[in-house]
């Protein structure tokens, strides 16, 4: 059965287990996942309803702010890195040919009397 991404991710992720209680970063899952889904279908809606109204009451009138400053700096992003495959450039147009064709010509031009022409097949690449 395979594993869903945020059960993976708690996995690898030690600010995530932080903030789930764990005080130090353990590789091995806290149960199996499966667990996870009867425990969500047990409790059903009216259930989820009552944990997330029990922990709004926990921390009293700090609910009731008109404005909420939140710390995301570990939370994921979906960021593209430098080496993504999408920002490569395409280009309109192949040099393959000509870089083959002077390659060609640059072979047969490293002859004594040709030194002159092949500088200039290099200069021109």
Not at 81 to 100: A, N, Q, V
Not at 105 to 121: E, I, N, Y
Request: aromatic share 12%.
């Amino acid at each position: 059965m395979p594993l869903s991404a945020t059960y993976i991710r708690y996995q690898q992720n030690p600010y995530l287990q932080y903030f789930c209680g764990f005080r130090e970063y353990t590789p091995a899952l806290p149960c199996h996942a499966t667990e996870l889904v009867k425990f969500r279908n047990r409790i059903s809606k009216d259930g989820f309803e009552f944990i997330f109204k029990c922990s709004v009451e926990l921390h009293g009138d700090d609910t009731k702010e008109s404005q909420v400053i939140i710390d995301s700096t570990v939370q994921e992003s979906n960021m593209t890195f430098p080496t993504g495959g999408k920002l490569t450039i395409k280009l309109r147009r192949s040099f393959i040919k000509e870089i083959k064709i002077l390659r060609i010509q640059l072979r047969f031009c490293r002859h004594t009397k040709k030194l002159k022409k092949a500088h200039w097949k290099l200069r021109n690449k």
